[in-house]
């Protein structure tokens, strides 16, 4: 017997085994720690070893990033901690250049660290912690979305049959069980917008950076979507940096909880 | 967080934008009756009255007053105070207010 996976609006429960689950369309198991991840124990000692104290989940020194003439991010400090954090503001104001910047995709002047590891330097540590659902569509033409997701697990170093369950997981998590297996092409923005979020969840990250979550989507695909991201610091013990230049996603997502 | 043309201008919680105004000083009052008055009064004081409706009045306490202002002032004129909150914007204000000045 294994534990159901988390899943919003449910309390947890026992379900059925990872292969009758899978045969029957049923809900898959979630593993708690994939193979070769870090425990808390050992990313405590990690976080200890490079800054001494307690890091924040983020914080900015002099961070900044230019493009030519163009500054896109100019000096910002800050220690920022909390489990739901909204980053709001107009386009252009330079809030997915930050998100890339943490994220070590971008080079960047100044200094920038994720849970006490430097952007710099340990951008691939980084993004091991840390789910990334981008605001641009990022699909494989043809994939399905548990091909996807299985996909973005294994890029993340998990064994591809971990990948798979941990990807059924995610989708079931994210209210896509029934579609999992079609194309994504033929998707819904909406059921596009979930396939993101369930790739970023799939090797089970301690923070989620998310890029405009709710972009195309309909009001009550976007009260859906801010449902599923404000339960997930409870549900999936992660924290939620969502991106987002619309007032009415950030206030409701962050008073929601 | 807060950003605009590449600057954090904001990073705290939402509490914290909708008050970082200084807002124990920035009032909301009830009176029973004669606001007008109220707020001609606390005026000449130094506050900044706005009345609202004949019983409420919008006031920022001068620089270094506190709500006892308010209550003395009351208490000298014989008008009644029936509620006193401390004002706060809606969020969308504060937004607006923190951007506002590059936007």
Redesign the interface.
């Known amino acids: 017997m294994t534990q159901e996976p988390d899943r919003p609006g449910q309390s947890g429960s026992v379900g059925a085994s990872s292969a009758t689950a899978n045969e029957a369309g049923g809900p898959p198991p979630g593993p708690s720690m994939r193979s070769g991840q870090t425990s808390p124990a050992t990313r405590s000692a990690i976080g200890a070893i490079e800054t001494s104290v307690a890091p924040s989940l983020i914080e900015?020194d002099h961070l900044a990033?230019r493009y030519g003439p163009i500054?896109?991010?100019?000096?910002?400090?800050?220690k920022?901690d909390g489990k739901i954090?909204?980053?709001?503001?107009?386009n252009?104001?330079?809030?997915s250049?930050?998100l890339k910047c943490l994220l070590g995709l971008i080079p960047h002047d100044g200094r920038a660290s994720v849970l006490g590891l430097s952007s710099a330097t340990r951008g691939a540590e980084i993004r091991d912690r840390v789910g990334y659902m981008p605001e641009q569509e990022a699909f494989l033409a043809g994939m399905s979305a548990v091909e996807l997701c299985t996909y973005a697990g294994e890029l993340s170093g998990l064994p591809r049959t971990e990948a798979m369950q941990r990807a059924h997981s995610a989708l079931y998590y994210a209210g896509l069980e029934e579609k999992r297996y079609q194309a994504i092409d033929g998707y819904s923005t909406g059921m596009k917008q979930r396939v993101k979020l369930a790739q970023a969840l799939v090797h089970d990250p301690e923070i989620l950076f998310l890029d405009e979550p709710t972009n195309g989507l309909d009001p009550r695909s976007r009260d859906d979507m801010l449902e599923l991201v404000a339960e997930l610091p409870e549900r999936r013990g992660c924290a939620i940096v969502l991106s987002t230049h619309l007032?009415p996603t950030s206030?409701g997502c962050?008073?929601t909880r | 967080m807060i950003m605009h043309h590449g600057k954090l201008r904001f990073v705290g919680s939402i509490d914290e934008l909708r008050g970082a105004r200084g807002a124990d000083s920035e009032l909301t009052i009830e009176v029973k009756a004669d606001a007008a008055r109220f707020a001609e009064v606390l005026g000449a004081v130094g506050a900044t009255c706005k009345v609202t409706s004949p019983v409420v009045v919008s006031v920022d306490l001068p620089a270094n007053a506190t709500t006892e202002l308010v209550f003395r002032t009351a208490k000298e004129i014989g008008v009644q105070v029936r509620g006193i909150a401390v004002r706060r914007e809606s969020i969308e204000a504060a937004f607006l207010r923190v951007i506002g000045d590059a936007a």
């Not at chain 1, 500054?71 to 800050?78: N, V, W, Y």
């Not at chain 1, 252009?92 to 809030?95: F, Q, Y």
């Open positions: 900015l990033k500054t896109a991010l100019a000096e910002l400090d800050a920022i954090i909204g980053l709001l503001g107009p252009g104001a330079g809030k250049t930050l007032l206030s962050a008073t």
